[in-house]
């Protein structure tokens, strides 16, 4: 027995799947109900027996014909030594569109085990599964778990422990009679759970004859065969026949029309009382993906978690105010009663403190979105708003799935970026790549908080709202202005699971919420941090050395230099503009470097926000500065981490310097806009 077992989760988007790997591993992966999340093989371990297993987490598919990234990570994975056996989770309530993936696997050769996960869902609506036929029909291990519930996890292992050498496959009964006409070197029907016609079965055997001379080691000849007959390109120039016009052999819809025909008949003698109970999501989607409805429902969804974010966000924060003015006035008095230098002084209470502990006392704010996001992913509805969104990306020349990544980046805009992987076609990956910083990312909110509260009064939730329609409304504006630039259309359409609604797993939301907490404090720790320290640095020292006047610092040289050019969109105030350029490290600094700029301790707080207010109106600073502020904030160059991943992806410091030109360049005329807009309007 090898020392680790590799084991390769595959299945289905929302089938549950990574919800499963993080119920044996433990790790605090993102689980949400959208395509695309898992972009990238994750890994981890577990102990079962005596015995060690090394589990992979696939991305999440529907079919092993590569046309996406997704597709091709997840076939070269499996066909490669790296995978010992492979567990496909299947939607239990969906089986007859989760099981063309399973055919596709066991045609690999690799022991494969069926894990038939979501099973309350299956008693919920009323039908059974015959656990006993299933396993005839496709000669595997068919294990019923419930990811959420953590049932079946033990069986499931166990099944893997013993079908690893993939010898003790079940018996294939497939209740067929072989016509006395058929004459094939052997009995299909006993060695393979899926047999084509007769036509295509001596194709096959006709095309393993020559991969059994051109490719002697290759494990699995049938399946190589296949996919000759699909046309597939990825295989035939990895593995190319001499002699042999695959154009003329090409059976692609075929094989997938027989493979069908196949999973009819196996949900017919498999799955009873399908049409029993009527889903209760078929009715909820009535409203949530009418034609009509669903936008304005999804825009007044995002209303409420706005709402809840503002009120019960800013409740919490007030205690978290509290707690850091007593921390402030604690280390003051300690750094005085221990005579520290000045200079030392000022750098701990005005640099880091007032930076990091600024940007900390919005995690109640933080908190609130997230949580709330995750009730709406884990619920089943985020994939609903991608559905809603294909017919507008449709006109903009973009499949609906370019969505996916623009609903990422409410989060952040790295993994955003990183979901564009899901698109099939290179042009929409690229144009998808330069919207998705578009959208308000969790780090702009620290902004938005600021701004609004200081100069909206009661209407700071709408203002902050709107920022998040806005991101949209550019995003979607700069998609068809590209469109008809280079004349590309939506041929391409969205192919999406639309999952059940369910509730929300308490563990599923508190991984996906810790994460978001942990990653707001790690940058809180080390970016921010490091932001707030070199700020205080640029900001408390000039030409002349160490200076208390802050308009004598370096960092007042560098923003009167750039105030030309930010004068126009109302932003020519060089504290400001430092601020900007601080912000480029992460947004959030933004906040933190406007404390340490006007020399408030506590800017956050009701307190440091009456004292910033005052100086910002002192400089001339008002209503329409303040919009044009968050507007830049939000379209303006994102942070390192979302640059240096978009380098990533387009691989080219060309583009990538051009995707961050331009970004500013629409921050820059959408803010000039907005500012004498409002201005007209107040005057």
């Not at 590799?6 to 790997?21: D, E, Q």
Request: proline share 4%.
């Amino acid at each position: 027995m090898k020392q680790t077992i590799n084991v390769g989760f595959i299945g289905n988007p929302n089938c549950g799947k990574t919800t499963l790997f993080n119920a044996y591993t433990g790790a605090n992966l993102k689980v949400a109900n959208w395509p695309g999340v898992t972009v990238e093989k994750k890994e981890g371990h577990t102990h079962f027996e005596g015995q060690d297993y090394k589990l992979i987490d696939l991305p999440g598919i529907y079919s092993l014909t590569s046309y996406t990234m997704e597709e091709r990570v997840s076939r070269d994975c499996i066909l490669s030594d790296e995978i010992d056996v492979i567990i496909d989770v299947v939607d239990a309530s969906s089986l007859e569109r989760n099981l063309y993936l399973t055919l596709q696997l066991i045609e690999l050769g690799k022991p494969v085990i069926l894990a038939l996960n979501m099973m309350d869902i299956v008693e919920e609506r009323g039908m059974e599964i015959d656990l006993h036929r299933l396993p005839e029909m496709l000669g595997i291990p068919v294990i019923p778990v419930s990811a959420r519930k953590r049932t079946g996890l033990s069986i499931l292992m166990h099944a893997v422990a013993h079908h690893q050498t993939g010898l003790a496959q079940s018996p294939l009964i497939h209740h067929h009679h072989t016509p006395q006409s058929v004459k094939h070197k052997h009995n299909h029907h006993a060695e393979f759970a899926m047999v084509y016609e007769d036509y295509i079965e001596d194709k096959i055997d006709a095309i393993r004859e020559h991969v059994l001379v051109t490719y002697p080691d290759f494990p699995n000849k049938r399946w190589l065969a296949i996919k000759y007959l699909e046309n597939d390109l990825d295989v035939i120039q990895k593995w190319p026949l001499k002699n042999i016009d695959f154009k003329k052999l090409n059976h692609e819809t075929d094989i997938i029309n027989q493979k069908y025909n196949f999973i009819e008949e196996i949900v017919a003698e498999t799955l009873v009382n399908k049409s029993s109970k009527e889903a209760r999501t078929d009715k909820i989607d009535q409203y949530l993906t009418g034609k009509y409805l669903g936008l304005p429902i999804f825009l007044l969804i995002m209303a409420l978690v706005f709402f809840l974010t503002f009120t019960v966000g800013d409740f919490l924060k007030g205690y978290f105010e509290i707690g850091l003015e007593y921390f402030s006035t604690f280390v003051g008095g300690l750094l005085d009663a221990i005579h520290a230098n000045d200079i030392i002084t000022s750098l701990v209470v005005d640099g880091i403190i007032a930076g990091v502990g600024g940007i900390l006392t919005f995690l109640p704010n933080i908190f609130i979105l997230f949580l709330a996001l995750a009730f709406l992913e884990d619920s089943g509805y985020m994939a609903r708003v991608a559905f809603v969104m294909d017919d507008i990306m449709s006109r903009l020349g973009l499949s609906g799935r370019a969505f996916i990544p623009l609903l990422v980046g409410f989060g952040c805009s790295v993994p955003a970026v990183m979901a564009s992987r899901a698109l099939e076609h290179p042009k929409d990956r690229l144009k998808t790549i330069l919207i998705t910083p578009f959208m308000s990312c969790s780090a702009r909110l620290p902004v938005y908080v600021l701004f609004s509260s200081m100069f909206f009064g009661k209407y700071a939730m709408l203002a902050c709202y709107s920022m998040y329609v806005l991101g949209i409304l550019v995003a979607i504006a700069v998609a068809y202005i590209l469109s008809k630039i280079d004349g590309s259309t939506a041929d391409h359409a969205l192919l999406i699971e639309l999952p059940e609604y369910k509730s929300p797993n308490p563990r599923t939301i508190a991984i996906y919420v810790w994460e978001k907490v942990k990653d707001y404090l790690n940058r809180a720790g080390t970016v921010i941090f490091l932001a707030s320290v070199v700020m205080w640095v640029i900001l408390n020292f000039g030409p002349q050395g160490y200076c208390a006047d802050i308009s004598q610092s370096f960092g007042s040289y560098i923003g009167k230099l750039i105030v030309p050019l930010f004068k126009p969109i109302g932003l020519g105030y060089w504290q400001i503009i430092v601020a900007l350029i601080a912000g480029i490290a992460a947004k959030e600094v933004v906040v933190s470097s406007c404390g340490v700029l006007f020399g408030i301790s506590n800017i956050a707080t009701a307190e440091g926000m009456n004292a910033a207010f005052s100086a910002l109106t002192a400089m001339g600073f008002g209503i329409a500065n303040a919009y044009a502020m968050m507007v830049f904030c939000l379209l303006y160059v994102p942070c390192t981490a979302t640059i240096a991943t978009i380098y990533r992806e387009v691989n080219s410091r060309k583009r990538t310097a051009a995707y961050v030109l331009f970004q500013l360049g629409v921050a820059w005329l959408v803010s000039f806009l907005f500012y004498h807009g409002i201005s007209l309007f107040l005057t």
